[in-house]
């Protein structure tokens, strides 16, 4: 079936409104423009039909699309977050399309010193004959997951306007600040009602993630001993260096971000601030299994007291925060979800690849919650950078995966 496609459009029109979340906030959602976004979805919801189309208090986008079939469907939801990451700007985005992309290295237009290398970038050789879509270089794009969105709202377009595809009850789930942590922090799930749920997030063509980290944050405060410099000697233990011991303790060529790939955990500080009386260190540590993750807490805490031994008049706390698990604990029970997204890829005309993600998205708690919830790609590329890029191929391949997913369900009913 040949498709009218919307979704470039309405991709290019949401990267321009600047969603940014910030984790330094405590509202919710932590930026007030995430709703302008949110706004103009629940008004193209709305002219498709979707009756029920709404923004609630916290941010959340919710729709249904009514079941056009007589059988019993399972009710599924398909969702993607409205804002862009805290650590690259979104303020004043302007998407560059390059046509007929031809397997050279991408020069941004106004910062050539961001350039997208197919060294680096080896799935832009797949892109040959397409059209790949990119920031100017002074921001990033905002693929991630504005592609998700532009994607589902196309998916539901082609729904409506398609009456012989039949389908089941869909629901439409838009989330705030996913990038911080927080993306189903308020969501509402027995008003959303759905049986399952696929969140369209992921990276390369054909890709559907049914793994991910388990995650927990650290939390470690350091307490020194503060007097005057001038008075010091064998009195002073500045917070303020044992935290930068403890830092300079960590392993480097194993357990962190840069020497881990595949299946390998890792213990990651994130942030260090204080004075000489007290100071603190976040971290993040991650691994696909809880086991592990308790083991890399407890190496922490090692490294921590031999480092502190060394100032007899210090102490320390340390806080463990559970963030979210391996979904694949949820999924395994569940295997129809992953499997009907596998014949939603291949009906795509894709080849499927399960696979892990060394991350997690808002599909590993509602997992969790009670809504199983495998990740589908939305082929964005370098997120959370100037150099973020996605195809116009791949957004067109996941409108139509998202369209088969709803018929599967539809037919092994």
């Not at 629940?42 to 709404?54: F, I, K, N, P, T």
């Not at 995650?215 to 350091?222: E, M, Q, S």
């Not at 100032?311 to 979904?327: C, F, S, T, W």
């Amino acid at each position: 079936m040949k498709f009218q496609y919307t979704a470039v459009e309405r991709f290019l029109r949401y990267v321009k409104i600047d969603t940014q979340s910030d984790p330094e906030s405590d509202t919710v959602p932590s930026t007030l423009k995430q709703k302008d976004l949110s706004k103009l979805l629940v008004s193209e919801l709305l002219e498709m039909g979707l009756d029920d189309a709404h923004l609630d208090e916290f941010g959340y986008v919710y729709a249904t699309l009514p079941s056009n079939s007589s059988k019993k469907v399972p009710t599924i939801c398909f969702c993607s977050h409205v804002d862009t990451s805290p650590d690259c700007s979104g303020k004043n985005v302007k998407p560059v399309i390059h046509f007929n992309y031809t397997g050279y290295d991408i020069v941004l237009p106004d910062d050539a010193s961001q350039i997208i290398k197919t060294s680096e970038h080896p799935e832009l050789l797949n892109q040959i004959g397409s059209d790949i879509i990119t920031s100017d270089g002074t921001t990033l794009l905002g693929a991630d997951n504005k592609a998700g969105v532009a994607e589902i709202m196309d998916a539901v377009y082609q729904l409506v306007n398609h009456p012989e595809i039949k389908h089941g009850t869909i629901k439409i789930l838009f989330t705030p600040d996913e990038e911080i942590g927080r993306g189903v922090n308020h969501v509402n799930l027995k008003k959303l009602a759905a049986d399952y749920a696929y969140t369209i997030d992921g990276e390369t063509t054909g890709h559907i993630e049914d793994e991910t980290f388990s995650a927990d944050a650290v939390k470690l405060t350091i307490h020194g001993v503060s007097t005057h410099p001038g008075f010091a000697k064998n009195k002073m233990q500045n917070a303020l260096k044992i935290a930068a011991a403890i830092i300079h303790a960590l392993p480097v060529t194993k357990l962190s971000p840069e020497s881990t790939e595949g299946k390998q955990g890792f213990i990651h500080p994130t942030s260090i601030n204080g004075q000489i009386e007290k100071s603190e260190i976040n971290f993040i540590i991650r691994d696909f299994e809880v086991a592990l993750l308790k083991e890399h807490e407890n190496y922490l805490e090692n490294i921590v007291k031999q480092v502190i031994m060394n100032y007899p008049g210090a102490k320390y706390d340390l806080k463990v925060i559970e963030q979210y698990r391996n979904m694949k604990e949820v999924l395994q029970h569940h295997p129809q979800v992953t499997n009907y997204a596998v014949e939603a890829v291949k009906r795509a005309g894709l080849t499927p690849v399960q696979t892990s993600i060394r991350g997690g998205t808002d599909g590993s708690r509602l997992s969790f919650m009670g809504l199983p919830c495998p990740n589908i790609f939305a082929g964005e590329h370098a997120f959370h950078s100037k150099l973020e890029w996605v195809s116009v191929k791949d957004i067109h391949h996941a409108v139509d995966t998202i369209v088969h997913l709803a018929a599967v369900w539809e037919e092994k009913s």
